[in-house]
């Protein structure tokens, strides 16, 4: 397999981290974000949304992307460990966690949307971060007053084993606290 991503890309952590948890290794592709690469011709022809990561796998075929379908794809085609409960409620529930981080938080502090505040809204620097770090929070607020109220959290945001949930939970730690100066 071929993993492009970025070693800053939230999305490409959360596949290094499915991968790993998988047992699974995949040769790694740089596209560097912070030099636009995501929109070099070369990288379109990969992935037309100029976004990362995108994944290759062994027996060809047209990429995969967008890091929540890659992760659902390698569930279903490697399925132990399991990164989803066995019951179709608790699925359910991890994936509406993951996609409180990957599609509600997430999506408002890539490249592309910090480059758009910045170029054509004319955000300085300091009410960017404000903004990322706003919707960050949020994002977190929101999983941790489910994970504080629901019996099924334990150990991990559902039981006691990790699941796509945390994959994404940490992913959006690792911008709060990494890239945007959140409070903990």
Same mark, same amino acid.
């Given at each position: ?8 890309? &939230?999305?490409?952590? /959360?596949?290094?981290? @499915? +991968?790993?948890? %998988?047992?699974? $290794? ?6 560097? =974000? ?39 794809? &390698?569930?279903?085609? /490697?399925?132990?460990? @399991? +990164?989803?409960? %066995?019951?179709? $409620? ?6 509406? =966690? ?48 489910? +994970? ?37």
């Amino acid at each position: 397999m071929k993993l492009y991503g970025f070693w800053r890309s &939230l999305a490409s952590y /959360r596949v290094r981290v @499915a +991968l790993a948890l %998988k047992g699974l $290794r995949a040769e790694e592709v740089s596209i560097d =974000l912070l030099k636009g690469k995501q929109n070099s011709e070369d990288y379109l022809e990969v992935n037309p949304q100029g976004v990362v990561p995108a994944l290759i796998l062994d027996e060809g075929g047209p990429p995969l992307f967008q890091s929540l379908a890659i992760l659902e794809y &390698l569930e279903e085609t /490697r399925p132990e460990p @399991a +990164l989803l409960p %066995k019951d179709a $409620r608790g699925r359910a529930r991890v994936r509406g =966690l993951a996609l409180i981080a990957a599609a509600d938080g997430h999506p408002l502090v890539v490249p592309r949307v910090r480059n758009y505040l910045e170029k054509e809204l004319k955000a300085d620097e300091e009410a960017r971060n404000r903004w990322l770090a706003h919707w960050t929070m949020r994002a977190l607020e929101a999983i941790e007053g489910h +994970l504080s109220k629901e019996k099924e959290t334990g150990r991990f945001c559902h039981g006691d084993t990790p699941t796509i949930a945390d994959i994404c939970v940490a992913s959006q730690l690792i911008g709060a606290l990494a890239y945007f100066n959140c409070d903990s």
